[in-house]
């Protein structure tokens, strides 16, 4: 049972375009979110995250959406950059008292073309 | 600045055969975690540790074993590798309070059991 889902498996966008990245959830659980980008060869570097009290962070060119009634949020980057090009997480977080863990998407592909 | 080391990088093992895949992490957290990496799949927990003596088990511990003896360290076990566990490993550290759980994650290590 896929609890974080990212249902787009790649996106190619044109520089200088706004990207969209989209992430489902099921656990209601879940009070934390967040982004990470991962390049190839490289361990994921985190990017950004929204408490499940809002429902906007915003930091430069990265901001994410929360949309609790609808269990889903998403990632807006603008401009897109070149260098942007990478796989990009979804993760949420569910505190079971004694830890923190970590559940993870499947990633989306995101292209940017010059 | 080292962050999250992991050795070895790549590994190729035959069925079998044990290793141990080894994370170090010099920021003080008290909680790591081992993911693997899988094509479609993402980031699955296999084991994490929310401090020195205290391990338990994620989504996909069958096959591993985990120990914490010191804060800064955190291998994962293979006793009898398969080739269901060719994969990419990545250790992770963070803080598990309220609010602060970016997780850093190392560079991985690409083990191919044959």
């Known amino acids: 049972d896929q609890q974080v889902k990212q249902n787009s498996p790649s996106l190619s966008v044109q520089e200088g375009r706004i990207s969209i990245l989209n992430c489902d959830y099921t656990?209601?659980?879940?009070?934390?979110f967040l982004w990470y980008k991962k390049y190839p060869a490289e361990g994921p570097t985190f990017l950004i995250s929204i408490s499940s009290i809002k429902d906007k962070n915003e930091d430069g060119r990265f901001t994410v959406f929360l949309n609790k009634s609808a269990k889903h949020l998403s990632l807006h980057i603008v401009p897109s950059q070149p260098g942007d090009s990478a796989v990009y997480f979804c993760?949420?977080?569910?505190?079971?008292?004694?830890?923190?863990?970590?559940?993870f998407g499947t990633g989306t592909r995101l292209q940017v073309t010059l | 600045n080292a962050g999250v080391t992991q050795t070895p990088k790549f590994q190729v093992l035959k069925t079998g055969q044990s290793m141990t895949l080894q994370c170090a992490q010099d920021?003080?957290?008290?909680?790591m975690s081992w993911y693997r990496q899988d094509p479609g799949m993402g980031l699955r927990l296999i084991h994490y540790s929310v401090g020195a003596g205290i391990t338990d088990q994620g989504e996909v511990p069958n096959g591993y074993n985990v120990s914490r003896s010191t804060t800064e360290d955190f291998p994962l076990r293979l006793l009898s590798a398969a080739p269901s566990q060719t994969s990419v490993y990545f250790c992770?550290?963070?803080?598990?309070?309220?609010?602060?759980?970016?997780?850093?994650f190392g560079q991985g290590t690409r083990l191919t059991v044959v």
């Open positions: 920021m003080n957290h008290e909680y």
């Open positions: 992770a550290s963070h803080a598990p309070s309220e609010g602060n759980t970016e997780a850093f």
């Open positions: 993760a949420a977080r569910a505190n079971t008292g004694t830890a923190s863990k970590l559940t």
């Open positions: 656990n209601s659980m879940f009070d934390y």
